[in-house]
């Protein structure tokens, strides 16, 4: 399961922050959940952040549609959870 924002634009630090901290919070009471931002355009350089939260951008979101476009729910599935 994951806990998830979504963006236009390339997340800043602050952002990365909130959803990571959250993921915290939700663990403490129990609730086991990944982070993850979902951003509308490239976000290449936010993809390794020290928050260690999953960054899908414009390029992941692509390679997923064309994916399932292709019939290969198991080659999508992989790319969001990797």
Known sequence: MYVVDLTLRSPPDEKIDDV????LLLHRKGVFV????????????????????KILDLEDLQAIINSLIGGNLEEARSKISS
């Open 20 to 23: 990571a901290n959250l993921q």
């Open 34 to 53: 990944e982070p993850m931002i979902i951003v509308g355009e490239y976000a290449t350089a936010k993809k390794r952040n020290i928050r260690n939260v």
